[in-house]
């Protein structure tokens, strides 16, 4: 039983690690989204600077295009993951939900016999007490 507590736990603060991490990762691209829309308008202002520092924003902006991606990929993956571990979450709740009732009838059988086990010793005594 504690050993299901146990893992249940386990798997709970994984689940809380997970969407805190998705969490800051979504702010993360919300940033760097923003960052992006920055640079790509600076990028619009300077665009006769010069070819050398164009080139530069050009490769800044994908690399962070780049990130963008990468960021919302690893999201789409955290949310997979944790909808995996919800679902997994699920089905040991289930099994202990089934367990704790298996084991309550386990309970209620011992104490009947416990229960039967008392009265044929008392009718035992009683017997062993008339044949005196």
Request: no cysteine.
């Amino acid at each position: 039983m504690s050993k299901f507590h146990g893992e249940l736990t386990q798997r709970e603060q994984d689940l809380l690690r997970i969407r805190r991490d998705s969490d800051s990762k979504a702010a993360e691209l919300t940033k760097m989204e923003k960052m992006l829309q920055q640079t790509k308008s600076l990028l619009d202002k300077k665009k006769d600077s010069g070819s050398e520092s164009l080139g530069y924003q050009e490769n800044m902006v994908e690399d962070l295009e780049e990130k963008v991606r990468s960021s919302r990929r690893y999201r789409r993956s955290s949310l997979h993951h944790t909808q995996m571990l919800e679902s997994q979450m699920k089905t040991v709740k289930g099994e202990l939900v089934g367990t704790l009732d298996h084991l309550e009838e386990l309970r209620n059988v011992l104490r009947r016999s416990q229960q039967k086990a008392e009265e044929r010793k008392v009718a035992m005594e009683k017997l062993a007490a008339g044949l005196r």
